[in-house]
């Protein structure tokens, strides 16, 4: 990936981060570099994830899935870090794949439903994926579908994977199953898990190259250095940061291609759950370009200054020309692509916020292709590790989802746990119609 944070520089917009500032906090960026350099090296938690290109076997992968290696769908049930990463792999490249890839990572029992009922449950494969293996959206979602495949004859032993730790009850349940398995790595919290066996089961059944994923990973691993100027992610990462400091603590991810809708799902999870603690953090918003120019861009040009916009744009896609007309006015679509439209609508948003004076930063890819995602994944993720270093913050941690994950098991009665009780302690003003 490449980056441009020209339009995020003081001389364009405001908040804006001035040259002199980014070379002055390029020292703390040589400081972090140092860090996460270490962190790798003794493989501590968090920082291994940056060394998944050369820790990921595809062969591995590969021999796991060969039982289902022929479904003509793949149901992942998993969710966050263990659902985001590979959807956004399998949606990008979905036409490039015979084999539909679903994702069930919401417990809402109409659509979950919907999803079973409209499936060759005796051509699908299950992927469970679950790092801690106790995630009851995960666990709740495979009992209904292993119902599902029972209710429907089809023996579900025979299409199921399983990705989880060495201990749980999904770790149990493979072994009573013999359930062919993988093991999520050490030390790689869920959205850091792209790039390992977590977010590579699912492209893998769709038979994607996941050799090419890693290698574009290990080339943005090798563009790591201790200075913001030669480094694409760790540009994003500062800036982004400087921006924050500066009062945009509002990063709008827009990438310009609607097979790249769900990567800017997988970024929120990675920006807000890795950022946002102690008060801190970015908060980030998913938009689509050019869809959204028509919902959001008024907000973003003359809103509060409190947001920049991070743009993510390809430069090869397999385009159609648009049929000419004979109506005058139209004779200018006519002579163009959607291509050259999309690629006219990204410059001329990207020209307007600057025209306006608001930050935003330009990411851009060669196309979408295993090579260059894999690239993109990982320099997000090394930006954010980055990023997490200039905040001070434990990046690798979410302490703050556990609270409503204690209330949700007491309300069930799933055991004694006084953050259920304050459930029923809610303070109420009701306006009935
Ligand atoms: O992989 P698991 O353990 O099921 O967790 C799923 C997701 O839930 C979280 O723990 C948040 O609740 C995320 O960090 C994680 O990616």
Known sequence: MNVDIGNALASVSAPGVSRGSLEALDEQVAAAHERIETGRANREHGYEALNLPDRTDPETIRSAVEPIADADAIITVGIG????????????????????????????????????ERLPLERTA?????????????????????????????????????????????RDLSDRHDLPSLKVPDGVPGRFSALS??????????????????????????SLSGSLFECPAYAYGATTYALDARGAGINAMVPYSESLETSAEWFAQLWAESLGKDDLGQTPVRALGVTDQHSQLQLYRAGPRDKFVTFVTTR????????????????????????ELLEAEFEATEASLAAAGRPNVR????????YELGGFLYGMEAACVLAGELYGVNTFEQPAVEWAKKATRGL????????????AEKTELRIER
């Open 81 to 116: 870090g263990s659902a985001l990463g590979a959807a956004t792999i399998t949606d990008a490249l979905a036409g490039e794949s015979e084999t539909e890839a679903i994702y069930l990572d919401n417990v809402d029992p109409e659509w979950v439903s919907s999803r079973l």
């Open 126 to 170: 299950i992927n469970v994926v679950s790092r801690s293996g106790t995630t009851a959206e995960t666990l709740a979602n495979f009992l209904v579908v292993r119902d599902a495949f029972e209710s429907a004859g089809v023996d579900w032993t025979d299409r199921t994977i399983v990705t989880t730790g060495d201990s749980g009850p999904l």
């Open 197 to 222: 066996s977590v977010g590579l089961v699912a492209p893998a059944v769709c038979g994607h190259d996941l050799e090419a994923l890693l290698e574009g990973a290990a080339a943005e691993a090798d």
């Open 316 to 339: 090869q896609r397999r385009d159609r020309s648009i049929p000419e007309t004979d109506v005058e006015d139209l004779a200018y679509l006519g002579d163009a692509t959607l291509g």
């Open 363 to 370: 990411i851009e890819l060669e196309s979408v292709d295993e």
């Open 412 to 423: 069930l009665g799933g055991g004694a746990f006084e953050e259920a009780e304050a459930v």
